[in-house]
Nanobody, 122 residues
Framework: QVQLVESGGGLVQAGGSLRLSCTASGPISKIYRMAWYRQAPGKERELVAAISWTGGSTNYADSVKGRFTISGTTANNTVALQMNNLKPEDTAAYYC???????????????WGQGTQVTVSS
């Protein structure tokens, strides 16, 4: 089965930094995009940052531009999110998302990690 292993979440003070990492494994034939989403209590899940696995283009939520950097390593199917200058409003569960083709399907699919908690104290 496909797996997404996330790491790097934790508790930090405002202004601090964290680096999230997500590694995909399993019967993956092609990766189109990997991304990080987040969801705070009572709010909808939102895209934080995404990176194309083919062209390498990136996009960010306006709220994190200039503070967060997403990067991908195709050799080991890993996406990282460097989060600097963290703010209390960044507090959320962060979810890795895999946009991919599986070997046994012809349709593009998404797969979610279990989530890793990021808490920023003021």
């Amino acid at each position: 089965q496909v797996q997404l292993v996330e790491s790097g979440g934790g508790l930090v003070q405002a202004g601090g930094s964290l680096r999230l990492s997500c590694t995909a494994s399993g019967p993956i034939s092609k990766i189109y995009r990997m991304a990080w989403y987040r969801q705070a209590p009572g709010k909808e899940r939102e895209l934080v940052a995404a990176i194309s696995w083919t062209g390498g283009s990136t996009n960010y939520a306006d709220s994190v531009k200039g503070r967060f950097t997403i990067s991908g390593t195709t050799a080991n199917n890993t996406v990282a999110l460097q989060m600097n200058n963290l703010k209390p409003e960044d507090t959320a569960a962060y979810y890795c998302n895999l946009d991919f083709d599986a070997f046994w399907t012809r349709g593009r699919r998404n797969y979610w990690g279990q989530g890793t908690q990021v808490t920023v104290s003021s």
